[in-house]
């Protein structure tokens, strides 16, 4: 046992150096167009378009209404405007730290593996009393579902999201720094020419005139969320000293409807069954100009780009944020993403068919599983999500940790809800089992737009072998899961034993 483990500690060492090859400390850092998938709700069932956001790596809120360059140790922030904040006063944008937008916690150990409605609550209301106290005062604020700052919490349990990003300088992040905390911050959105993407477009420019913009052929005179990614995409490429590179942040499995693929205008005529019936009907000659339109000027596939251009963020590989340049005179962080070289893409997106030998080895673990009576059956891993958030009460402890309670036939029981809780003290080894088979299950089941990288992966089905092993303690090592390749797993579980 003493010596596997050496040698599971060993590859998860491996992985660490890994992460630090992709990425490292730099004197610049980095800009980028956030395309988030559309939540199928109001107007974005008919429109599909989703929303858009601005990343900045070294600028973060001094308030959520004001911004300063990044201190030691913060990973940068998101800038996104709404149609109402819900706040006190009608803001038009808020930003808040890019840990807190992604994942929804200050420390992204403490980042939920999956995600309810009941987890995102807690929450928000966290970032509500820790930023929100002064500019959240009244009901609808307070309760309100409509209140959009809410979005900006654990955005990745509600939808996926893709990150178009680009270097900057000190000096173009100061001058942005200085032009929107000169600037009044009142909303006055329009959907047709002041929405969210119009927002992303202003603030990109910015930084590079002329480099975001919209598409009034395939988006009928508005901007769209993805047109901007779509032209600041092809800006970047255009200029190969901008570093151009793509992040992609899946959508937490869990019991929240999924999101969707986003879509401009004529594509969303191109795809959806809905408006192509009633554009066969009474626009028929418009129709065959809509899909040219389409077909000839707007197509572009988010995930493509990030295959093409792929990097990671480094908290999505349990790591820390890189410290700043020494040699550096900026108070700003430096934690830009370095570029993935060709060979190691791969190791971010999955060599071709490693996801689906991954699919086997699980199909043989959850068999092994009903064999050993840990579960019922092979269905069961279906219901797992929906049997916790049910019966379970999520808390937060004062350090930001997290918890499910779960009530049970047996009493009461709980377990944690990060990798770096999930084996420690007082967390339920069963349901730990349970959480990790359904979220793996759930990630192998996922389609490419909305699948976690590889990386990640890899740290899952770490965690899922070990807490197979912690309640299988009987069994001979050598009689445990292994990874597709034969071995034991890449890395060891993070967080206390």
């Known amino acids: 046992m003493a010596k596997s483990f050496i040698a599971a500690l060993t590859k998860a060492l491996g992985l660490v150096a890994l992460a630090a090859c992709l990425v490292t400390s730099r004197a610049y850092a980095d800009v980028g167009v956030i395309l988030n998938e559309t939540l199928?709700?109001?107007?974005?069932?008919?429109?599909?378009?989703?929303?858009?956001?601005?990343?900045?790596?070294?600028?973060?809120?001094?308030?959520?209404?004001?911004?300063?360059l990044?201190?030691?140790?913060?990973?940068?922030?998101v800038m996104?405007?709404?149609?109402?904040?819900?706040?006190?006063?009608?803001?038009?944008?808020?930003?808040?730290?890019?840990?807190?937008?992604v994942y929804g916690v200050e420390d992204p150990v403490d980042r939920p593996m999956f995600g309810t409605e009941k987890i995102k609550s807690v929450?928000?209301?966290?970032?509500?009393?820790?930023?929100?106290?002064?500019?959240?005062?009244?009901?609808?604020?307070?309760?309100?579902?409509?209140?959009?700052?809410?979005?900006?919490?654990?955005?990745?349990?509600?939808?996926?999201?893709?990150?178009?990003?680009?270097?900057?300088?000190?000096?173009?992040?100061?001058?942005?720094?200085a032009k929107f905390n000169a600037m009044p911050n009142e909303n006055h959105f329009n959907g047709m020419t002041r929405n969210c993407a119009d927002f992303t477009k202003n603030v990109i420019d910015t930084y590079f005139p002329h480099s975001a913009h919209r598409d009034v052929i395939n988006d009928f005179g508005m901007t769209s969320p993805k047109a901007v990614a779509r032209t600041f995409s092809h800006y970047a490429q255009n200029h190969p000293?901008?570093?151009?590179?793509?992040?992609?942040?899946?959508?937490?499995?869990?019991?929240?409807?999924?999101?969707t693929e986003p879509h401009s205008g004529t594509e969303q005529l191109y795809h959806s069954k809905k408006l192509l019936i009633p554009m066969v009907i009474f626009a028929d000659h418009e129709l065959p100009v809509v899909a040219a339109a389409y077909l000839i000027t707007g197509r572009f596939n988010p995930q493509r780009e990030f295959e093409e251009h792929a990097t990671v963020e480094p908290v999505q590989l349990n790591a820390s944020a890189p410290s700043p340049n020494a040699d550096s005179n900026r108070s700003g962080s430096d934690a830009a993403l370095a570029p993935v070289e060709v060979h190691d893409r791969e190791e971010v997106i999955g060599a071709p068919g490693e996801w689906g030998k991954y699919r086997k080895a699980f199909d043989t673990m959850v068999n092994q599983a009903v064999q050993d009576e840990m579960i019922p059956d092979r269905a069961y891993v279906d219901r797992i999500f929906k049997r916790l958030d049910s019966s379970g009460h999520p808390i937060a402890d004062a350090d930001g940790s997290l918890w499910l309670e779960v009530s049970g036939a047996n009493g009461a029981s709980r377990v944690g809800l990060s990798?770096?809780?999930?084996?420690?003290?007082?967390?339920?080894?069963?349901?730990?089992?349970?959480?990790?088979?359904?979220?793996?299950?759930?990630?192998?089941?996922?389609?490419?737009?909305?699948?976690?990288?590889?990386?990640?992966?890899?740290?899952?089905?770490?965690?899922?072998?070990?807490?197979?092993?912690?309640?299988?303690?009987t069994a001979p090592l050598a009689d445990s899961v292994l990874s597709?390749?034969?071995?034991?797993?890449?890395?060891?579980p993070a967080g206390k034993k």
């Open 40 to 68: 199928n709700e109001s107007v974005a069932r008919v429109t599909g378009s989703g929303h858009t956001a601005v990343y900045f790596s070294r600028i973060c809120p001094d308030t959520p209404v004001k911004l300063r």
């Open 70 to 77: 990044c201190r030691l140790g913060e990973n940068g922030s």
């Open 80 to 101: 996104s405007n709404y149609i109402n904040l819900g706040e006190d006063e009608r803001y038009e944008w808020n930003i808040a730290p890019f840990n807190l937008y």
């Open 123 to 177: 929450l928000e209301e966290r970032y509500r009393e820790q930023a929100l106290a002064r500019y959240c005062t009244v009901k609808d604020c307070l309760k309100g579902d409509k209140a959009e700052w809410r979005e900006m919490v654990g955005a990745n349990m509600i939808r996926s999201m893709y990150i178009f990003v680009v270097e900057t300088t000190v000096q173009q992040d100061e001058d942005l720094i």
């Open 241 to 259: 000293e901008s570093n151009f590179r793509v992040l992609h942040f899946s959508q937490l499995p869990g019991t929240i409807k999924r999101s």
């Open 419 to 473: 990798r770096n809780n999930i084996f420690a003290p007082g967390s339920d080894p069963h349901l730990a089992f349970e959480l990790l088979l359904a979220r793996v299950d759930a990630v192998l089941k996922s389609p490419k737009h909305s699948r976690e990288t590889m990386l990640e992966f890899k740290e899952d089905w770490a965690l899922l072998e070990y807490a197979r092993m912690r309640i299988v303690s």
């Open 484 to 492: 597709p390749q034969g071995t034991l797993a890449d890395s060891v």
